[in-house]
């Protein structure tokens, strides 16, 4: 029986939270004669094919919003916005009621990362030795809570955990991040690196990489605290989201506008390494919320249609609005 695995596609902790789950039902439940990897993005519209979850075996979604599909028989998540609608929400409710002690459902925005709450339910309720992964459970910490020590080691990239987040991101070969789920709780990620398939990635990606800082620096600017910068009519299927910290040290938020080739994205951050007092800082979630997107309390993004970018620039203009009315 084939066990599918859906996460969050062209994001390290998603690929890390497959890795990890893969290893620890392979460990502590077992069953699957294979794992499939399927990614998930946010974008307009449905997220969510019913046809793509197998409907003879088992189907997980980690790091990713919920689905009360019934074919659907593990979900870990830790966004603020894990649910598309309050029927969701009230389903998964229902589900947890339901399952008592037994529940294969997970969902605490308490944890930094995906990876993280995936570790611990793995050891406290199943008894996995986790111990050999919290390399990797450390970096996946670090890389989607945004705990670099620092704007330049963000973007500098000297650690793998920094390159290999790069590549995750940026690479839109479908095949590639299925590819590398089951090295990342086998090998160090200097080693992943080293792989050909990796490697062969890495000089041009850190040309481009330059390229978007250069046209990032060029483009945006600082406003009552608010970075915003507007780069949809340039080809860029992703980059480094601390590049407008790095070029704006003071900012406190910062509002992108991007297009790829199936969104326009509004991208809306706070600073890591802002002076403010947390209690003082705006709920991102929230705000990305209100235009159908969602996140964590300090970064989120919303995903238009990339015929609509009207739509964008509008919602865009009014968090910026909202964010510098905050900073004055």
Same mark, same amino acid.
């Given at each position: 029986?084939?066990?599918?695995?859906?996460?969050?596609?062209?994001?390290?902790?998603?690929?890390?939270?497959?890795?990890?789950?893969?290893?620890?039902?392979?460990?502590?439940?077992?069953?699957?004669?294979?794992?499939?990897?399927?990614?998930?993005?946010?974008?307009?519209?449905?997220?969510?094919?019913?046809?793509?979850?197998?409907?003879?075996?088992?189907?997980?979604?980690?790091?990713?919003?919920?689905?009360?599909?019934?074919?659907?028989?593990?979900?870990?998540?830790?966004? !603020?916005?894990?649910?598309?609608?309050? #029927?969701? =929400?009230?389903?998964?409710? &229902?589900?947890?009621?339901? $399952? +008592?002690?037994?529940?294969?459902?997970?969902?605490?925005?308490?944890?930094?990362?995906?990876?993280?709450?995936?570790?611990?339910?793995?050891?406290?309720?199943?008894?996995?030795?986790?111990?050999?992964?919290?390399?990797?459970?450390?970096?996946?910490?670090?890389?989607?809570?945004?705990?670099?020590?620092?704007?330049?080691?963000?973007?500098?990239?000297?650690?793998?955990?920094?390159?290999?987040?790069?590549?995750?991101?940026?690479?839109?070969?479908?095949?590639?991040?299925?590819?590398?789920?089951?090295?990342?709780?086998?090998?160090?990620?200097?080693?992943?690196?080293?792989?050909?398939?990796?490697?062969?990635?890495?000089?041009? !990606?850190?040309?481009?990489?330059?390229? #978007?800082? =250069?046209?990032?620096?060029? &483009?945006?600017?600082?406003? $009552? +605290?608010?970075?915003?910068?507007?780069?949809?009519?340039?080809?860029?299927?992703?980059?480094?989201?601390?590049?407008?910290?790095?070029?704006?040290?003071?900012?406190?938020?910062?509002?992108?506008?991007?297009?790829?080739?199936?969104?326009?994205?509004?991208?809306?951050?706070?600073?890591?390494?802002?002076?403010?007092?947390?209690?003082?800082?705006?709920?991102?979630?929230?705000?990305?919320?209100?235009?159908?997107?969602?996140?964590?309390?300090?970064?989120?993004?919303?995903?238009?249609?990339?015929?609509?970018?009207?739509?964008?620039?509008?919602?865009?203009?009014?968090?910026?609005?909202?964010?510098?009315?905050?900073?004055?």
């Amino acid at each position: 029986m084939a066990f599918r695995v859906f996460y969050h596609d062209h994001c390290f902790d998603g690929a890390c939270s497959a890795s990890l789950f893969t290893r620890f039902h392979r460990e502590c439940i077992g069953g699957a004669a294979a794992y499939e990897y399927h990614g998930l993005m946010h974008r307009a519209g449905k997220l969510f094919d019913e046809a793509e979850f197998a409907a003879d075996g088992e189907n997980a979604i980690v790091d990713f919003k919920y689905s009360p599909s019934p074919r659907v028989t593990w979900w870990f998540d830790h966004h !603020l916005s894990a649910f598309l609608t309050p #029927a969701d =929400e009230a389903h998964f409710r &229902r589900e947890q009621k339901a $399952a +008592g002690g037994e529940t294969r459902k997970f969902f605490d925005p308490t944890y930094v990362s995906c990876t993280g709450l995936i570790a611990h339910v793995a050891s406290s309720t199943f008894g996995m030795d986790v111990t050999p992964l919290m390399d990797l459970i450390y970096w996946a910490t670090i890389v989607d809570g945004a705990k670099y020590e620092s704007a330049e080691a963000a973007v500098e990239m000297q650690a793998p955990a920094m390159k290999l987040t790069m590549v995750i991101e940026s690479v839109q070969d479908e095949t590639f991040v299925p590819r590398v789920i089951p090295l990342l709780t086998e090998m160090s990620l200097a080693e992943i690196l080293a792989q050909p398939f990796v490697a062969v990635l890495l000089a041009p !990606l850190m040309e481009r990489h330059r390229q #978007a800082i =250069e046209l990032i620096r060029e &483009r945006s600017s600082l406003d $009552a +605290g608010v970075i915003s910068f507007d780069i949809t009519d340039q080809p860029v299927e992703g980059y480094n989201k601390f590049i407008p910290y790095y070029l704006h040290p003071a900012g406190t938020y910062n509002v992108g506008l991007s297009k790829s080739s199936f969104r326009t994205k509004v991208a809306v951050g706070t600073n890591p390494w802002t002076t403010m007092p947390a209690s003082d800082l705006v709920n991102l979630a929230e705000v990305c919320e209100r235009y159908g997107g969602g996140g964590h309390a300090r970064v989120g993004a919303i995903s238009f249609p990339p015929d609509r970018e009207d739509e964008a620039r509008a919602a865009a203009a009014e968090i910026i609005a909202e964010l510098r009315l905050e900073g004055r």
